[in-house]
């Protein structure tokens, strides 16, 4: 069974590239551009990874990862944080994410990283 990654942006084309990427990889995806009622979200997906915008509409990705972070069951899933902020370092930290990522960012970059926390 193939790996899940959830990903949140705002942006249609990043939510577009992220997936082709990571399909592309082998990767299964689910997109949305709200992290409003993130643990609801999650829980109908169950991903293996996330990836977090920073800058989302009402509930900002900061918020929406602490949420996570201090759920009893999702609190293990690896959070990468992207964001185009030049503060992006600081901002993961804050949020508990486990890994950041610059945007724009490198594909090989992206798909090593997830790799990386989640095997293949």
């Known amino acids: ?12 084309d990043i939510l577009d590239l992220c997936t ?29 990874i996330i990836l977090m915008d920073n800058w989302l509409p009402d509930v900002g990705g900061i918020e929406a990862t602490q949420e996570l972070k201090r759920h009893p069951v999702y ?5 990468i944080y992207f964001s185009a902020n030049n503060d992006i370092k600081t901002l993961a930290a804050t949020a508990g994410a486990e890994r950041y990522l610059p945007k724009p960012f490198d594909i090989d970059e992206l798909e090593g990283m997830v790799v990386s926390l989640i095997g293949r």
């Open 75 to 79: 609190k293990e899933i690896p959070v």
């Open 1 to 12: 069974m193939s790996k899940k990654v959830f990903i949140f942006d705002d942006n249609k």
């Open 20 to 48: 082709l990427i990571l399909e592309g990889a082998g990767y299964e995806t689910k997109t949305s551009s709200t992290s409003n009622d993130i643990i609801a979200q999650v829980s109908v997906y169950e991903p293996d």
